[in-house]
């Protein structure tokens, strides 16, 4: 596995050739880093689910450069998805529509249904194009991290996760920290109203003011299967407690203003919201490799980007 900074035109054509030769390549997004393999490739499909650790049969999201070819992957698109599709993307939000042809069972999981997100992290956006360039479909990625542990926010933290599992010709597209920090938000469009299936990127206000929501039933992982919605899923090693004392040697995340207790260790001070879900899961993970028992976090209000933060908080408190 090589890993590539500083990525420039051609090495952005070598990954997009990786891709196509059926090997893995992990890239940023701007929510975290995934790990992408041609989707119409199910051998290479099949590496993600090894390399991570993952489950068979779990399904994983296609990323495509343009809502222009979301026809390849989906068919009888509702209205308010494409309208949900023109307003957030390129950006952080998943549809799950009715698949087409072409997304496979090893893709779906089974399912009737597809996962597609257009990105819009500029070196995401042109390995999308140059993959598409040389005859590729869509790149399947799921987070670059090993099944249960949390998202990679940086090529460190794909690296500390995964090195030991990629093989030779594997890539890491190193693009920094990603901007937004937790993962899109997944929008079941399968049914006459859109409903929210993991809150993330983009906030509830954002697309109520463009749709009205299906807030009536409550997630069912029989219906729709998204590991994310497992208990204890995206941990820490550490224990996380939320709303308890921190002692000496727990770590400690909390905004700002908000006072160290004494002999607590500080693992992040974001002074707003869009830093608080920035600096989220290299916090977290700081704390692993500070090999700390017991993070407490002082969680951020219930609305926002709050909202995706906790929903990843409940997660960890099992
Ligand atoms: O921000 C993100 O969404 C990142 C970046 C890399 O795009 N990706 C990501 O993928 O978080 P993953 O696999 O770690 O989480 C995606 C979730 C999973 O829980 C998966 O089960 C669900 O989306 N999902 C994907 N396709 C689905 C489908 N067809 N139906 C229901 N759930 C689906
Ligand atoms: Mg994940």
Redesign the pocket.
């Known amino acids: 596995m090589e890993i590539i900074v500083n990525c420039k035109h051609e090495d952005v054509m070598r990954a997009a050739k990786s891709l196509r030769d059926g090997h893995l390549v992990a890239f940023p997004?701007e929510?975290?880093?995934?790990?992408g393999a041609d989707a119409t490739n199910k051998e290479a499909v099949r590496r993600i689910y090894s390399v991570k650790g993952r489950p068979l049969g779990?399904?994983?999201?296609?990323?495509i450069s343009s809502i222009n070819v979301v026809n390849r992957w989906a068919e009888e698109i509702p209205e308010y998805a494409r309208n949900l599709a023109a307003k957030f993307w390129p950006g952080?939000m998943?549809l799950?529509l009715k698949?087409s042809e072409l997304?496979k069972d090893f893709?779906?999981?089974g399912?009737n249904?597809?996962?597609l997100?257009v990105?819009s992290n500029p070196l995401s956006i042109a390995l999308l194009k140059e993959f598409e360039l040389i005859g590729g479909l869509g790149i399947a990625?799921?987070?670059?991290?090993r099944f249960g542990a949390i998202?990679p926010t940086s090529a460190e933290a794909v690296m500390d996760e995964l090195s030991k599992h990629l093989s030779s010709n594997d890539l890491i597209l190193d693009d920094g920290i990603c901007t937004i920090g937790?993962?899109?938000t997944?929008i079941?469009c399968t049914q006459a109203l859109p409903r929210i299936?993991?809150p993330?990127?983009v906030k509830e206000e954002e697309i109520s003011q463009l749709t009205e929501l299906d807030q009536s039933r409550k997630i069912s992982i029989s219906e729709?299967?998204?590991?994310?919605?497992l208990l204890s899923h995206y941990s820490p090693k550490a224990k996380v407690s939320i709303g308890e004392l921190a002692g000496a040697g727990d770590g400690f995340l909390a905004f700002q203003g908000i006072p160290t207790p004494p002999g607590a260790i500080r693992l992040a001070s974001p002074s707003s919201i869009t830093e608080y879900a920035k600096e989220f899961y290299q916090a977290l993970r700081s704390g692993d490799s500070l090999k700390l028992t017991r993070i407490v976090v002082v969680p951020p209000e219930d609305n926002g980007l709050g909202v995706a933060i906790r929903n990843r908080l409940e997660k960890m408190l099992f």
């Open positions: 997004t929510t975290v880093y995934g790990l779990h399904p994983v999201i296609v990323h952080p998943t799950i698949r997304a893709i779906t999981g399912q249904f597809v996962g997100r990105p990625a799921p987070s670059a991290n998202s937790i993962e899109s997944i079941d299936l993991r993330g990127g729709i299967k998204a590991p994310g919605q």
